[in-house]
């Protein structure tokens, strides 16, 4: 897996096909392998670029102190820049696509179009797990020894609830991508997504936007999809998939990459 050096810290990612580049970012617990699938489908028809944020994945966790919302938003462009990328669309998955949205606002010379799926533009949305998760005594807890006991039995019992059609993809892909993650970048990255709120922010987006979101997300409330809706971001298409959670391109890749395709022609 290619690396690159940021200001920083090292960046890990991965990067397949040809044609008109786009990034995507995963979410909470996950890595760039969150969207194998996209990738696979679509490489034929984009360069596509998924990178690891700080703390997750193959992507620094060790030399840093922080792992923020904000760290996240600076990481991007400076992943960029490293690739010599200039303007290009992005897509981010939960906490990635709150990031894609603050690279959005405080970038917008760099993002084409910008694409949010099962996000949290107001961090409240979040469920009580995930606040809980956000303190570091339940994160000790969870992590606790070389095995993570306490987050497989966790993960385990939550994976029906939150990929209804693929649980054991679901557990599978949390369980391996836990190697990539610190206790502190566990907890301290839901904590700083708990305490983000864009919602007046986002009113001042002048790209086109997407919101996709799985009606059956027990993770981020669904609702979060009306800030896409009724104007409240100018422009903007805000899209439901009723059979979806949290993970629309697991649950309903057909419907998922309709909607992916609808917001590269955007």
């Known amino acids: 897996m290619p690396q690159i050096v940021t200001p920083q810290g090292v960046v890990h990612y991965e990067a397949a096909g040809s044609g008109p580049p786009v990034i995507l970012i995963h979410g909470w617990t996950q890595a760039w392998n969150t969207w194998r699938s996209t990738i696979e489908t679509y490489q034929g028809q984009y360069r596509m670029y998924a990178p690891d944020l700080w703390g997750f994945g193959e992507s620094d966790k060790d030399r840093r102190e922080s792992f923020l919302v904000n760290d996240f938003i600076e990481l991007i462009p400076q992943f960029m820049d490293a690739l010599g990328i200039g303007k290009v669309p992005i897509m981010g998955h939960s906490m990635g696509g709150t990031t894609a949205l603050g690279v959005a606002l405080k970038y917008p010379e760099r993002v084409r179009k910008v694409a949010t799926v099962g996000s949290p533009v107001d961090g409240r949305s979040l469920s009580i797990f995930l606040k809980l998760a956000a303190q570091r005594f339940v994160a000790s807890v969870m992590l606790a020894g070389d095995s ?78 009306k800030y896409f809706e009724n104007g409240h971001i100018p422009g903007a298409t805000g899209i439901r998939i009723q059979n979806a959670g949290h993970f629309a391109m697991w649950d309903t890749p057909k419907t998922f990459n309709k909607a992916f395709q609808q917001f590269m022609d955007m």
Request: no cysteine; net charge positive.
């Open 148 to 225: 993570n006991l306490g987050l497989r039995t966790f993960i385990r019992l939550w994976s029906p609830f939150v990929s209804r059609q693929n649980p054991d993809l679901f557990y599978k892909m949390t369980i391996e991508n836990s190697a990539g993650f610190s206790i502190d970048s566990f907890f301290g990255s839901i904590r700083s997504l708990w305490h983000t709120d864009l919602r007046q922010a986002v009113k001042g987006l002048r790209m086109p936007s997407m919101g996709i979101y799985g009606m059956r997300d027990v993770i981020v409330m669904p609702n979060q999809v």
